[in-house]
């Protein structure tokens, strides 16, 4: 086994101790952000690969093989599984096997059967378990959605929400992701209910031919019903040359906002502090019960309007 290089923080200092698990590109970017933070430090990285290993114990932070290493040489309170979709809930099992509360990096399994595996595993072991949908760490989008809680929109008439990447992932992502709905869509979907505290009804997709990797499409429109009778429309992309971005519509009867959360100029900035104040949620939920993140409610939600979206019926609904 190889020694993992000295922590250079002092455990003492109050801050929440978190083991990250994956170290791949939101495994990395979870890493930068949370640098930043004075509430939460990364405690020890799991990453198989030697090299990645490598490049972490150079920026200071002790990098373990495997998760089994981690938790036999590290002092953590809590760990972020930042590792592909389709080990979530094996991970997930571990993690809480050892008595570790959990921050699962979104959806929290590839359907619905598994997010609700995970949702007993932490029922079972009696431990905290939030996902990370961090669009409910936007500051904008927070003010967002109490203006809309509160009536200053009115009733609201549509929701649309966009989310276009710079440019497509590898094949090897695609194999492990669920597909563009499950990897991307949850977003915007969690988005959606937490916005305006509506569930999804009526269901509709239309899907680009052009740039589909099996089966996988590289473009999509979703429209839908919400339950409290307003109407939503979430546009999925994967070429956007320009820089990620990703932004919201909200039309009522009394008025309409808009918010480019995420734009190309931005350079992730305003992404990279939702996760640090992600990260700094968990830890206070953790330690005092009161977070305001994603549950695995929320991501069996955002899932079953995944799952309806891949469907290859076009019209479908979650009643």
């Known amino acids: 086994m190889e020694t993992a290089s000295p922590d250079p923080r002092a455990p003492a200092d109050g801050r929440f101790r978190l083991g990250l698990i994956g170290a791949g590109r939101m ?18 990285v799991v990453e198989p690969r030697p090299e990645g290993r490598l ?8 990098a373990f093989a495997s998760l ?4 036999s040489a590290a002092d953590i309170d809590g760990a972020l599984i930042a590792a592909p979709t389709d080990r979530h809930l094996e991970l997930l099992r571990r993690v809480m096997a050892a008595g570790i509360p959990v921050l699962c990096e979104k959806p929290c399994g590839l359907n619905v059967d598994e997010a609700a595996q995970c949702a007993s595993v932490a029922a079972g072991a009696g431990l905290a378990l939030q996902v990370a949908y961090w669009r409910r760490f936007v500051p904008e989008l927070v003010v967002l959605r109490q203006r809309i809680l509160r009536g200053e929109l009115g009733e609201i008439l549509a929701v649309n929400c966009y989310q276009w990447d710079t ?7 695609r194999e492990s992701s669920g597909g563009m709905f499950v990897d991307m869509g949850v977003h915007e979907f969690d988005e959606i209910r937490w916005l305006t505290g509506q569930e999804f009804g009526m269901v509709r997709v239309a899907s680009s031919r052009l740039g589909a990797s099996a089966g996988d499409p590289d473009c999509a429109q979703l429209v839908a019903e919400l339950d409290g009778g307003s109407t939503a429309m979430v546009s999925l992309g994967r070429w956007h040359p320009a820089g990620d971005s990703c932004k919201v519509e909200v039309f009522g009867t009394r008025g309409t ?6 734009q190309p100029a931005d350079d992730d900035g305003s992404f990279r502090q939702a996760l640090r104040l992600q990260a700094e949620d968990f830890a206070r939920s953790v330690r005092i019960g009161a977070g305001s993140g994603a549950s695995i409610t929320d991501a069996i939600a955002a899932l079953t309007v995944a799952g309806l979206a891949s469907d290859p019926l076009i019209t479908k609904s979650s009643a």
């Open 27 to 44: 495994g990395r970017t979870h890493l930068e952000a949370i640098r930043d933070s004075d509430r939460v430090v990364v405690a020890g």
């Open 55 to 62: 490049v972490i114990r150079e920026a200071g932070v002790p």
């Open 68 to 71: 089994e290493e981690l938790l």
């Open 167 to 173: 440019a497509p992932p590898p094949a090897t992502f």
């Open 257 to 262: 906002a808009m918010s480019w959360f995420l």
